[in-house]
């Protein structure tokens, strides 16, 4: 079976500059000096908190940044009064559809999750799950994580999301400035489409050794459209 990734690296974006950004603390976002929102937005930082935010790719999304969008879906980002939340858009950072980080006001970053388009071939549920669990095994973690050490994989397993052929592989590495981190790997596939997601999530255990499940409440909000 013909099976392609598509991971955006930097080559496939277009470069989008944006001027310098102040902070507008009554609305809690950054604004350029012309007054427009910059890309990268705080959740609960300053000002009002909200119980979560959509983020929308889609055609709009695609003309924003230059980037191709073949599936558009939706994804919803919790907020907490404890934690601090942002997302970087592709102009700020290349080669995923959004990042979204998770931090505490005094330990810092917790967690982080960056998102990827993922296309598989249409077929079986089992043989689409086996296809990506092979993938992953062999091509994407070594990929995500060539520049840590000790690097291990736990396992791949079913995911059980809504209506969609999903696993998640589970592993760690060491990064020498952050220390152990511990990593999920999602494929999360329609059943009828060839175009999906792939979700990469960091945990960073020195400073959140429990699994709040932040990461994972944006991947189970996933709706395609």
Same mark, same amino acid.
């Given at each position: 079976m013909l099976v392609r990734i598509f991971l955006l690296v930097a080559m496939s974006f277009m470069t989008v500059s944006s001027h310098a950004c102040g902070v507008d603390q009554s609305a809690n976002r950054k604004m350029n000096a012309d007054g427009k929102v910059c890309p990268e937005t705080f959740i609960n930082s300053s000002g009002p908190s909200q119980d979560e935010m959509q983020i929308t790719i889609d055609r709009s999304y695609q003309a924003r940044f230059g980037i191709r969008v073949p599936a558009a879906f939706d994804l919803m980002v919790p907020s907490r009064p404890d934690i601090i939340t942002r997302v970087k858009y592709p102009d700020e950072i290349t080669a995923v559809y959004v990042q979204v980080l998770f931090a505490s006001f005094i330990g810092g970053l917790l967690s982080s999750l960056d998102v990827y388009p993922l296309r598989i071939s249409e077929g079986k549920s089992i043989t689409r799950r086996r296809t990506?669990?092979?993938?992953?095994?062999?091509?994407?973690f070594s990929d995500l994580t060539q520049r840590f050490m000790e690097k291990e994989i736990d396992g791949v397993q079913t995911y059980d999301l809504d209506d969609h052929d999903s696993i998640v592989l589970s592993g760690s590495?060491?990064?020498?400035?952050? &220390?152990?981190? /511990?990593?999920?790997?999602? &494929? #999360?596939?329609?059943?009828?489409?060839?175009? &999906? =997601?792939?979700?990469?999530? @960091? @945990?960073? =255990?020195?400073? /959140?050794?429990?699994?709040? &499940?932040?990461?994972?409440? #944006? #991947?189970?909000?996933?709706?395609?459209?």
């Open positions: 990506m669990s092979r993938l992953f095994i062999t091509q994407i590495y060491l990064d020498p400035r952050s &220390g152990p981190v /511990a990593i999920r790997i999602y &494929g #999360v596939m329609p059943k009828s489409s060839k175009h &999906g =997601l792939m979700f990469f999530e @960091r @945990r960073y =255990l020195a400073r /959140a050794p429990n699994d709040e &499940g932040f990461a994972e409440t #944006v #991947v189970r909000s996933v709706q395609f459209k």
